[in-house]
């Protein structure tokens, strides 16, 4: 089974930047896009960006491109999130996420998620 733990969450004023790093287990062997989603209070859980094995990106959203990014290392299993220009809507509990890289599968989708790691928190202050 696999495991995702992240790390690197914390607090922010606007316009700085965090860097997110999630340390993934053996499953990653297999194809799978790896990737982060987020959740606010009030606010269902959103896809940010996620990555292939041969290294294929998808932003979930265009208020991401161009602020983060998504490095992924498959020699050590471990798939990051820089973040740049961080606004206050960007506060939120970000996850690092497993899906299957397979067809017709959407990367952004909660329900396309295979594996969850257990979130870590951003906040960006005004």
């Known amino acids: 089974q696999g495991q995702l733990l992240e790390s690197g969450g914390g607090s922010v004023q606007a316009g700085g930047s965090l860097r997110l790093s999630c340390a993934a287990s053996?499953?990653?062997?297999?194809?799978?896009?790896m990737g982060w989603f987020r959740e606010a209070p009030g606010k269902e859980r959103e896809g940010v960006a996620a990555i292939n094995t041969p290294g294929g990106i998808v932003y979930c959203s265009d208020s991401m491109k161009g602020r983060f990014s998504i490095p992924r290392d498959n020699v050590k299993y471990t798939l990051d999130l820089q973040m740049n220009s961080l606004k206050p809507e960007d506060s939120a509990m970000y996850y690092c996420?497993?899906?299957?890289?397979?067809?017709?599968?959407?990367?952004?989708?909660?329900?396309?998620?295979?594996?969850w790691g257990q979130g870590t928190q951003v906040t960006v202050s005004t």
């Open positions: 996420a497993a899906v299957r890289d397979e067809v017709g599968v959407d990367p952004c989708l909660p329900s396309s998620v295979a594996y």
């Open positions: 053996a499953f990653t062997r297999r194809p799978y896009y």
